[in-house]
């Protein structure tokens, strides 16, 4: 299971995230499945987060987020109006890496890895990371092409389940995260 950090100013703002802190203490606690074991990103949103919910998360650096280089804590209108041609070529070809940092394909191919590197736990495991995190593990365990990350959006507190097949992963289920209306939008 993966669970989302809270909200934060990069996730309200559409930007690329820093090692910043959510903007709540206190959060709405999301349904989850059982779990024997809880892990999370070593971002302190991450860990802010899991200690908010009162999971008692060992950190695991194979979660780390997405690098977003010299973007990271801009907003993405920012970049945009900077670098059209980088955040363009971003957005559109996996291995490119304008700001320096991690291309798309090494990430979801970086985050499949940890994937196929996780334990079985007959009770479940369950993983606070980033967004970004929950996109590329989606795309690799459906085997989709690492752009397929900008087709799936996935809320603060969402909460993607996936199932251990042999050989694969399948997407059982994901879940908006608290704190949103019926239709979808923020409230």
Known sequence: MLLTHAA??????SGFADDEAIEAAELPVPALPRYEEVRCAPSLRCRQTADALGLPAAVDDGLTGLDHGSWAGRALDDVAAADP???TRWLTEPEAVPHGGESMAAFVG?????LRTVPNRPQGLLAVVDPAVVRAALAHALGAPATAVWRIDVDPLSVAVLAREPGRWNLHELRTGPGRGADGTPP
């Open 8 to 13: 934060t100013a990069a996730t309200r703002r």
């Open 85 to 87: 041609d980088g955040l």
């Open 110 to 114: 970086r985050i499949g890895g940890w």
